[in-house]
């Protein structure tokens, strides 16, 4: 079935570091892409996401490029940001799908 | 007010007794969901129900049940509770219809119910 794998956690950086969280899938068919934000005590909320082959999904700073011949969305930023700590979910839907698959999560500390 | 409201937000209970966690939604989505958040298991699909006659278990269905009292409020019941159950529930809404191609389906979510089961 299908599937998302991301990079374990946690990942602890500096302020103004470069970012990079990993994730790919295992799906059938043309999926949806997404990366959700958990942040301390909220729930997830939606940040970015990218509905075909080569888009390119971008919200505040972060962006994720749909590459299906690595079956990769791997999460960019150039310069994180302590209030930008918290847990990052990749996750997926295929098309006509109704379930939205999710990846365990990366938990992302910033250090000031 | 929030678009997706859950309570209660913490609840600490014994084991084997009846639990019920509420969600309201003011969104007006038709489809509506109950999620597990478990640490390094990200989340998992209990229920899910598309509209106030069509109800669907997920994949960790067993041992809970939910209802659509109307299109706007969907509650999950732990009838009764063990310990392994303690985990973050979060509630969530999304508004697009099976098998269409105009996009994404992007997930609501509330701010979740943490439950303890002693």
């Known amino acids: 079935g299908d599937s998302v794998t991301q990079m374990e956690g946690p990942v602890t950086l500096s302020e103004e570091a470069f970012l990079t969280i990993n994730c790919t899938y295992t799906?059938?068919?043309?999926?949806?892409l997404f990366w959700y934000v958990q942040y301390p005590g909220e729930g997830l909320q939606l940040l970015l996401k990218?509905?075909?082959?080569?888009d390119k999904g971008s919200n505040k700073g972060f962006e994720a490029t749909y590459r299906k011949e690595t079956t990769s969305f791997h999460l960019e930023k150039g310069s994180v940001q302590v209030s930008d700590s918290a847990v990052y979910f990749c996750?997926?839907?295929?098309?006509?799908?109704?379930?939205?698959?999710f990846g365990a999560g990366t938990r992302l500390f910033v250090k000031a | 007010d929030a678009d997706v409201t859950q309570t209660p937000r913490n609840r600490i209970t014994k084991t084997g007794k009846r639990i019920m966690l509420e969600c309201s939604q003011t969104?007006?989505?038709?489809?509506m969901y109950w999620y597990r958040q478990d640490p390094g298991l990200g989340l998992r699909l209990i229920y899910y129900?598309?509209?106030?006659?069509?109800?669907n278990k997920g994949e960790i269905s067993d041992g809970y049940s939910v209802s659509r009292q109307a299109q706007a409020k969907f509650s999950l019941s732990l009838e009764s509770a063990i310990p392994n159950q303690t985990a973050l529930y979060f509630c969530?809404?999304?508004?697009?219809?099976?098998?269409?191609?105009?996009?994404?389906?992007?997930?609501?979510f509330g701010a979740g119910s943490r439950l303890t089961v002693l």
């Open positions: 969530a809404t999304s508004d697009t219809s099976p098998g269409t191609s105009s996009g994404a389906n992007v997930l609501t």
């Open positions: 799906a059938t068919g043309y999926p949806s």
């Open positions: 129900s598309f509209d106030v006659k069509d109800i």
């Open positions: 996750a997926l839907i295929n098309t006509g799908g109704f379930k939205t698959i």
């Open positions: 969104k007006g989505h038709d489809r």
């Open positions: 990218a509905t075909k082959a080569d």
